[in-house]
């Protein structure tokens, strides 16, 4: 949530690529609650350092709308990380170098590549 408020809080100038437009509807989205106790446990035990398929899967059940997209995002991402290891995916794929994955709505996810 911090890191969505700074990002916001910058000039639609300085983001590249923003559309002013689409900066003004996230501003005017509500925040998500805070986390509770049980999904701040789940986070951890299934995306915390080591992340296996059948826990990120088990998030995608977590009511918490932040634990679903955390979820989303580490099941397409079929590697190991910085501090995460994916069991099933031991090795870091340098195919997704400065590669980010994006959420659109319930079902879209797509790849950009940042530099």
Do not use: M, N, Y
Not at 3 to 24: C, K, Q
Not at 32 to 40: E, I, Q, V
Not at 41 to 48: D, E
Not at 83 to 109: C, K, Q, T
């Amino acid at each position: 949530r911090r890191a969505v408020e700074d990002a916001l809080s910058a000039p639609a100038a300085e983001i590249t690529g923003a559309d002013p437009r689409e900066l003004r509807a996230l501003l005017e989205l509500p925040a998500p609650p805070p986390a509770d106790a049980s999904t701040r446990r789940a986070l951890w035990r299934h995306a915390g350092i080591v992340r296996t398929e059948e826990g990120l899967a088990a998030l995608l059940e977590e009511p918490h709308p932040l634990a679903r997209l955390i979820a989303r995002c580490a099941l397409t991402r079929k590697e190991s990380r910085g501090a995460h290891l994916r069991e099933e995916f031991p090795e870091r794929d340098p195919a997704l170098d400065h590669r980010h994955v994006i959420v659109s709505g319930e079902d879209s996810i797509s790849w950009q590549h940042w530099l």
